[in-house]
């Protein structure tokens, strides 16, 4: 199970690789927020989960697997991105296209927009990364996400990244499982798998 990040820009080579090497394998891959797939961990639904957000629960154990960081951004056209040394204030009666409640990367946004003393007064809340840049794209406002998630985006000259003060917001992709999950030989062969490709991609923490 993994939240949107990590499972649309960071885990299907992953998958794919895994699949590849071992096709008699039956896989299930789960895309949802954060807050679910940490739900279906506890349930046992779930062999394992990646998740952009830390998460406290005593029945689960989290390791960092992956270096990310959250940015703002906006289409070219935008009155922001024309801006250099944008304010946190500045964002707040600006329309921004949020992820729903439950979102490990709006939960962060979140937070950093409280510690600037800042709430944001315009928003549209919508379920997919996908579905914000669309919405980017269409010029209805601005947003924030992963910076692995806007790659396309930007080579292609259809977004911009915001010169927000105090931005990007880093963060860590965590690998969780359930406090008693016995790691089966095919589960440490997808781990080992997992390693290698962020390792090749330079997505690993800088302790490694």
Known sequence: GTSSTP?????PEVLGLFHEKFPQIELRYVSDNSQRVEQMIIDNSLDLGFVGAFLTNDDLLLESVM??????????SHPLAALHSITPQVLENELCIV???????????????????VKLNKVIEVHSSEAVKNLVTAKLGYSFMSIHGLQNEIRDKKVILLDVVN??????????????KHFSPIMEA?????????????LQNSSG
């Open 99 to 117: 992820r729903e409640r439950g979102s490990s990367t709006r939960r962060l946004f979140e937070t950093w927009l409280s510690s600037q003393h």
């Open 167 to 180: 931005m990007p917001l880093p963060r860590k992709i965590y690998l969780v499982h359930h406090a008693k």
């Open 67 to 76: 270096e990310d960081e959250v940015v703002c951004f906006a289409c070219p």
């Open 7 to 11: 499972g649309c820009y960071m885990l």
């Open 190 to 202: 997808f781990l080992k798998i997992l390693n290698n490709v962020t390792k090749s991609k330079g």
